[in-house]
């Protein structure tokens, strides 16, 4: 009865009721929408750093991301290749030579870090290779390529087919240096890394540094990344001169960025919900000084204050409901459109996302948890709205109110 009542008192005054109403959908659905397109850009981002380079985990030697020696190779490389080849968990993975250098073109030089790959495995792995936008990749037909940021080949002024000469330790701390062409020139979209990174064949790196296939890092992809953190755990385990860490461990940048999405839709909806309280709030109140005689009247023929006050409850939470539910439908079907086919911010500043690593176009989605959160979210701010209008139709005094 109670909710038949209070469904009826919210259409006593079509127009006030239609108001608030049309706020509340405009509110959940533009929140749901900047909620599920800050939700798409992070999810973008983390797997491109994921499936570009830094994979679902790495193995190093325990020391070698602080003090980059060229002498702390990983020793057991074999094995961990034997026990990655027959673990169904593992995709794929690539073996890396890395060292500290400097570059030199005829006109300038620059401190980069030299990664030796393996071409084949590399491809396999990651999908770096994909970011080419000029020249060939490493398994081109010429002798000792190497591979640039679009960033680095502009400061250094030079082009596919230039000579480059890399200078670097080995593994006695001697400088030794090697002459490379440009085979090609890549583009992340991240300009400390295309300005930084240089690759080339890790055969021929490990042959200058050390004469003999050396290794300082194993990156690792899995048919699972839910499944990261218990390899990272089986690797350290089976060998104790190694330390495996998955790809929040590796990079706090990705770790920061997935613990605020799962928030960020909780706070921005919050801030929409406050904003509504206040047209809830003046609505409720208008609507109880309004029916100050009716209210009375029902408390004079025996209601009860608990059910008064329920009632007032009732018609917050069934007022912010509808429009809820209304503004969650259409925001449902506004992020499974560009969820298919792509928010395309590339007129609103698209090329400066770029630059930061964050693709111009978006495909936003939204989780079932974040709808349940914000339909307690929505249930929870309506009651809280509502209690202060039915405080004061409970204090009524029914005499006074019948007789006026």
Known sequence: MLITISW????????????????????????????????GMIDQRINRVIQEELTHLQIHHPEF??????????ETYSEIFSFLDEDERVKSYTART???????????????IISGIDPIRERETTIFHENLVEGEYLDA?????????????ERLNVEPGNRLVLSFQDLDNDLTSGAFVIAGIFYT??????????????????????????????????????????????????FDSITAETWMELSPELRFMTGAGESYMFYIMLVIMFALAFGILNTMLMAIFERMRELGMLMAIGMSKLRI????????????????????VIAHFTVE??????????????????????????????????YISVTILVVATAMLSAIYPAIKAIRLNPSSTVME
């Open 337 to 370: 459109y560009f969820g298919d086919h792509g928010l395309d911010l590339t007129a609103f500043g698209g090329d400066t996302m770029a630059e930061w690593g964050y693709d111009a176009i978006v495909y936003p989605f939204v989780s079932m948890e974040d």
């Open 141 to 153: 037909d010429i002798n000792n390529p190497v591979l640039i940021g679009r960033k680095l080949a």
């Open 65 to 74: 991301l602080t003090e980059r020696e060229p002498g702390m190779f990983i």
């Open 189 to 238: 979209g991240m300009p400390a890394f295309d300005e930084r990174k240089v690759f080339i064949q890790s055969e021929g790196l490990y042959s200058m540094i050390a004469g003999e296939p050396v290794y300082h890092e194993i990156a690792v992809m899995l048919h699972d990344i839910d499944q990261s953190d218990q390899m990272a755990a089986d690797l350290n385990e089976k």
């Open 98 to 112: 890395l060292v500290d250098g400097i570059v030199q073109s005829p006109q300038t030089s620059s401190g980069v």
């Open 8 to 39: 009826r008192n919210i259409w006593r005054h079509p127009a006030r009721s239609s108001v608030l109403i049309g706020a509340i959908i405009a509110g959940m659905w533009a929140g749901i929408l900047v909620s599920a397109w800050v939700n």
């Open 309 to 328: 006050f329920v009632m007032i409850i009732l018609e917050s939470v069934a007022l912010t409901l509808t429009g809820a539910f209304a503004g969650m």
